[in-house]
């Protein structure tokens, strides 16, 4: 099956610092690549995703490009803001399918 | 509103007294997956299920039942809760495109504490 490797955390951040969270994955061939977002007290949103290799994700601030060719998903923000204090997935689209521990990123003023 | 509602919000129960939390979605979403959250464990999945009358385990699906009898419905069994289950419980549910699930979309959790 596929799997994530997640950097682990906690991160914690100045405003307007550059994030980046790596996660690399490890396919049977070609999953989708996802990153969610859980705001505290709050479920799971999706954040961005990539469907295929050389794709690249963008919401809120936020890009991940999918690299085939270092199996790579990696979460990037040039300015943080305090609101982007969250816990953060890596996931690819699995049935069975745990998140592990997420990165918890926190931004202080 | 594309939506996945969960019930209760909370629940507060003693060892022993049988509970169900209800999932719903109103996306037609044929995959359906529930999800406990511990410090330190993270997001580990229960049971999830591909469509009505399909289901499988997850990584820990010990003391936990579910059923799919309607698409839209797919309920969490306690049957005998035990204090290791409380925990913060998140149902999802995503389309299954070209065998693969794409966006997985979350309930708001069901916070579950067991006396």
């Known amino acids: 099956g596929n799997s994530v490797t997640q950097m682990e955390g906690p991160v914690t951040l100045s405003e307007e610092a550059f994030l980046t969270i790596n996660c690399t994955y490890t396919?049977?061939?070609?999953?989708?690549l996802f990153w969610y977002v859980q705001y505290p007290g709050e479920g799971l949103q999706l954040l961005l995703k990539?469907?295929?290799?050389?794709d690249k994700g963008s919401n809120k601030g936020f890009e991940a490009t999918y690299r085939k060719e270092t199996t790579s998903f990696h979460l990037e923000k040039g300015s943080v803001q305090v609101s982007d204090s969250a816990v953060y997935f890596c996931?690819?689209?699995?049935?069975?399918?745990?998140f592990g521990a997420g990165t918890t990123v926190t931004v202080r003023a | 509103e594309a939506q996945v509602t969960q019930n209760p919000r909370y629940l507060i129960t003693v060892t022993g007294k049988k509970l169900t939390v209800t999932c719903s979605q109103n996306?037609?979403?044929?995959?359906m997956s529930w999800y406990r959250q511990d410090p330190g464990l993270g997001l580990r999945q229960i049971y999830y299920s591909m469509n009505v009358e399909v289901t499988d385990k997850g990584d820990v699906p010990e003391g936990y039942k579910v059923s799919r009898k309607e698409k839209r419905n797919f309920p969490l069994i306690l049957e005998s809760p035990s204090p290791n289950q409380t925990s913060l419980y998140f149902c999802?549910?995503?389309?299954?495109?070209?065998?693969?699930?794409?966006?997985?979309?979350f309930g708001e959790g069901s916070r579950l504490t067991v006396l």
């Open positions: 999802a549910s995503s389309l299954i495109v070209a065998g693969r699930t794409g966006e997985l979309f």
């Open positions: 996306m037609n979403h044929e995959y």
């Open positions: 396919a049977t061939g070609y999953p989708s």
């Open positions: 990539a469907t295929k290799a050389d």
């Open positions: 996931a690819p689209n699995d049935y069975k399918l745990s």
